[in-house]
């Protein structure tokens, strides 16, 4: 044996050793990804509810381990409650009017989740928006509880930041639960009424999770009357880690295993090192390489050439609107759903520098844009330049 494959043997072994001995007298640090998967342990897992679950629902619960267009294709009667746990629900539109026909012919489904995805919320009649559309500079850890609409008890939200919450329900939903901040309650936790069954919707999927359940015996029972709506029938969980192709890899049991995914990884860099130290050493010629034009300018001319034949000068209006609302809210700190309101005209000509009789007069032509059904060129070009002109006296620009 060579002295080079010697030398890398034994670096291999002692790298081995060192990595032993840092792995088991090191403290673990918490993790705090937002995973939801029932098999985690961390603050934001679900082991602790996937185990729990039992007590919960005291009936036959099972778990969905395939695709859910597999799995309701298949089901025929709606004997099982389903329960989607995860940080942004989004299955597909097939999958989803598969999931929509069930509840339809009398099945109930849960779905708690920070996001959902807006083709399954258009489907509902339902839309949602970020808390802070409401309320800004609110300290959620000495301002903000979660409570359900049938308990007086609020829970303590210290330790997650506030996504979603409801902004337009379908006249058949029940509130089954709110955000509160003072005498201030925004809905978090709905019941839709859908054919014969019940979709559920909970945009705080934190609650759920392993720091929350163990933290308190109030926000369990938060947890378990929510999950009480669904105690009539067994429950079915959907493990969306199941059905993602990375745990369909052969590998799999290596990379779950923090120790066996470390000794992989040690075994590949050993491998790569005894190439290394076998191998010649060439130099290759290093090949030129041009570099990639820059067709920004090309790109943007063909957009605008697109939308001058073919768009709609109320669609442009309108995301014109819209801009130029976002740019007040990123710029003026301005709360734009009070647009309508005078404050708001002689708020936005103070933190602006523009006389308030023009700041009125955009704020006007603003509104009759938003009203209005129809649009032509002509209005496009008066709020376009009329809200550049602003800009510029403004020095947004």
Known sequence: MKGSVKFGLILLAVVLVLIALIDATSKKPIIW???FDAKDKNPFGAYVLRQELKHIIDQKNTTIERPLYEYLDSAKKTD????????????????????????????????VAEEIDRYFLDSL????????????????KSQVRVRLMNDNNKIHYGKSDLGEVFKKLPKNT??????????????????????KGTIYLHLTPDLFGNYYLLNSASQYAYVAKSLSYLNDKP?????????????RTPLRVLLMNDGLRQAWYVLLAGLVLLLVFRSRREQRAVAVVAPEPNLSKEFCETIATLYYEN?????????????????LRSRFHLDTLTLRENE????LAERSGVFLAETQALVRLIV??????????????????????????????
Not at 81 to 86: A, D, M, R, S
Not at 235 to 247: E, H
Not at 383 to 393: G, S
């Open 33 to 35: 990804d937002r995973t």
């Open 80 to 111: 099982v409650n389903l329960f989607f746990y995860t940080s942004y629900f989004s299955m597909g539109e097939a999958a989803e009017d598969k999931l929509l026909d069930y509840v339809n012919r009398g099945g109930k489904a849960m779905i």
């Open 125 to 140: 009649g339902v839309e949602t928006d970020s808390f802070y559309g409401y309320k800004k500079g609110v300290n959620i």
């Open 174 to 195: 029940t509130i089954l639960g709110a955000i509160t901040y003072k005498d201030f309650a925004l809905p978090n936790f709905v019941a839709v009424q859908f054919g």
């Open 235 to 247: 429950l079915a969980w959907y493990d969306f880690k199941a059905n993602m192709d990375q745990y």
């Open 311 to 327: 768009g709609a000068p109320g669609n442009m209006v309108a995301k014109k609107i819209d801009y130029f609302l976002h740019d």
């Open 344 to 347: 708001f005209s002689e708020e």
């Open 368 to 397: 009759r844009m938003q009203d209005a059904k129809e649009h032509d060129l002509a209005d496009l070009k008066l709020i376009n330049d009329t809200i550049e002109e602003f800009k510029h006296k403004a020095k947004m620009i």
